[in-house]
């Protein structure tokens, strides 16, 4: 059995928040072993413009391209080909601007597997996400790929972890992980790390283009065989 003697002020910070699960999860071990680094902080609330999750609204979904736009669920944000989703009507999905990702996002899924981190490509760029898709908008503080990787590594997943909450279907919120703390680490290694986010994302979309590709002229060859 684990037990803590828990601080009142660490309560208060988390809106009264007082359940073991939070305040004894591993999350709590990572905050604490990043608190005690040598390394200067600033919170995700710092390091974004926003943090937000598309609206909430009944969805209408349709088959043609043409009256649609492609709808990324939590588990979609994960997927390299999202050529094969579900589209959602133009004209019934409101607030599109809203739903609509961006390039240079980070996303998290909010619900189901949680805090899974994507970093929005080009092939995720105008399509919509639902409300299970956190999204966090970069701004000039930090670069966006090392944001990224530190949320996506195994102390970033922990600490968004952490936050968990709900009996039957859980998920985090924005408000929750606008408090979680980023080590400022040497500027090359940070510059390095964005670097190579930003080559990952670029090859994840020729890496598509060039299988697409490859399964176009297997299947061709097959059709040229099966006409003789």
Not at 4 to 10: D, G, L, Q, R
Not at 52 to 75: D, E, H, Q, T
Not at 81 to 106: C, F, H, Q
Not at 123 to 134: G, N, R, T, W
């Amino acid at each position: 059995m684990k037990t803590a003697t828990i601080n009142i002020c660490a309560v208060r910070s988390i809106h009264f928040r007082s359940d073991a699960s939070y305040h004894l999860s591993e999350g709590q071990h990572v905050q604490r072993s990043i608190a005690s680094s040598p390394y200067p902080l600033l919170s995700i609330r710092q390091v974004a413009d926003d943090i937000f999750i598309g609206n909430r609204a009944r969805r209408v979904y349709v088959k043609n391209a043409k009256y649609g736009i492609p709808f990324l669920s939590s588990s979609d944000i994960l997927k390299a080909d999202l050529d094969n989703v579900k589209l959602a009507s133009k004209k019934y999905t409101p607030d599109i601007e809203r739903m609509s990702l961006k390039k240079g996002w980070t996303l998290i899924s909010r619900s189901g597997t949680i805090g899974n981190c994507a970093f929005a490509n080009a092939k995720h760029a105008q399509k919509l996400a639902s409300e299970d898709v956190i999204r966090i908008t970069p701004n000039d503080i930090l670069r966006a790929g090392y944001v990224y990787a530190f949320l996506a590594s195994k102390y970033g997943k922990k600490l968004i972890q952490r936050y968990i909450f709900g009996s039957v279907i859980q998920h985090v919120e924005p408000p929750h992980l606008k408090l979680i703390p980023v080590p400022i680490i040497d500027k090359k290694v940070m510059d390095d790390i964005h670097d190579k986010v930003m080559v990952y994302s670029s090859a994840m979309g020729k890496a598509i283009e060039y299988e697409r590709k490859a399964i176009t002229m297997v299947e061709q060859e097959i059709e040229k065989w099966n006409k003789h």
